[in-house]
């Protein structure tokens, strides 16, 4: 069953401005990630965030955390046509050692 | 490294035939998933195992479906006998540590149609 679900589903920007993806998920978590997957490939993970951090960066991604709202947001700033692809976020269930549960996904388009 | 490797990467079938997927995951790594995308139901995990031993299938839709780990670099899911509804992409991931706290490394997918 789905833990994450991201908000919005489709987002649709021009090159050069920021893009930003929210997550909401149901269950305490340990750590959240956020993956991305080019048409036709496999998922590569950006960035993970714990549950004791609220933000964290590395280099043109920023994401937070609010535990108390169960929401994550992915910014992209000066985004780039090749940042087109979807994005996913991923949160373990927080009881104990459990696998990773993906929302559906944000279909991020970058028009040059 | 050449990261976790899936095969075949197309699959198209007809429907009642069985159907086997493979994965090789990345050496070292401990933990192995399989994992079904579909537009409608997004991604799940189908079953994972540490060690080669599978940990959890509730994720397996039926008894269809079937999964083994022989060995440390070998993993593969069958489907018999194969249905349209199991028309989708499977992908293999695997992790090094403890489940669910470290980065998942994807293969590129098998994408199956089943007609």
């Known amino acids: ?112 | 490294d050449a990261g976790v490797i899936q095969s075949p990467r197309h699959e198209v079938t007809e429907m009642g035939q069985e159907v086997t997927l493979r994965c090789k995951p990345i050496s070292g790594h401990d933990y192995l998933f399989w994992y079904r995308q579909t537009m409608m139901r997004g991604l799940e995990l189908l079953i994972y195992f540490n060690n080669n031993v599978p940990i959890d299938d509730s994720g397996m839709p039926e008894d269809r479906f079937s999964a083994k780990m022989p060995n440390a670099s070998f993993s593969t899911l069958k489907i018999q006998p194969s249905e349209p509804r199991d028309s989708a992409v499977y992908f293999c991931a695997s992790s090094k540590g403890t489940v669910g706290t470290g980065e998942l490394f994807f293969g590129e997918g098998s994408r199956l149609t089943v007609l």
């Open chain 1, 1 to 112: 069953s789905q833990q994450g679900e991201e908000d919005p589903q489709a987002l649709s920007i021009q090159e050069g401005e920021n893009a930003t993806m929210n997550c909401s998920y149901k269950t305490s978590i340990n750590n959240l990630q956020w993956y991305r997957q080019n048409s036709g490939r496999g998922l590569v993970h950006l960035i993970l965030i714990r549950s004791n951090e609220r933000e964290k960066h590395s280099g043109r991604l920023r994401v937070t955390l609010d535990t108390s709202k169960k929401s994550s947001s992915l910014l992209i700033t000066a985004s780039r046509a090749a940042d087109t692809a979807s994005y996913f976020c991923a949160t373990d269930r927080g009881s104990g050692n459990t696998p990773l549960v993906f929302g559906k996904g944000t279909r991020l388009s970058v028009i040059a």
